[in-house]
């Protein structure tokens, strides 16, 4: 079955930087887009960050230059480095892949900005 496994969150200082893993099983992934999402406490879901299958990568304004999604087809991981990081990145960061109309999310992972 379908399985995203996310690592990399923790505490991070404001204007520091970390990076997020997420491994991916059951499915061919170099054939799929994947996506990282983000909720904060109260607060809706929301995009973080998305990337083609052949590498195309988009951003919401509120990360552009400072997130950085990539992947790594031969590892079947797909990547998000955060730089830059304000208190407003707060959140549970989730790994996403769209199978047909069926999406599939990890567990998420918790990142927390704040001195």
């Known amino acids: 079955q379908v399985q995203l496994v996310e690592s990399g969150g923790g505490l991070v200082q404001p204007g520091g930087s970390l990076r997020l893993s997420c491994v991916a099983s059951?499915?061919?992934?170099?054939?799929?887009?994947m996506s990282w999402y983000r909720q904060a406490p109260g607060k809706q879901r929301e995009l973080a960050a998305g990337i083609s299958r052949r590498g195309s990568t988009n951003y919401p304004d509120p990360v552009k230059g400072r997130f950085t999604i990539s992947r790594d087809n031969a590892k079947n991981t797909v990547y998000l480095q955060m730089n830059m990081l304000k208190p407003d990145d707060t959140a549970v960061y989730y790994c996403?892949?769209?199978?047909?109309?069926?999406?599939?999310w990890g567990q998420g992972t918790q990142v927390t900005v704040s001195s």
């Open positions: 059951g499915f061919t992934f170099s054939s799929y887009a």
């Open positions: 996403n892949v769209a199978l047909g109309f069926q999406h599939y």
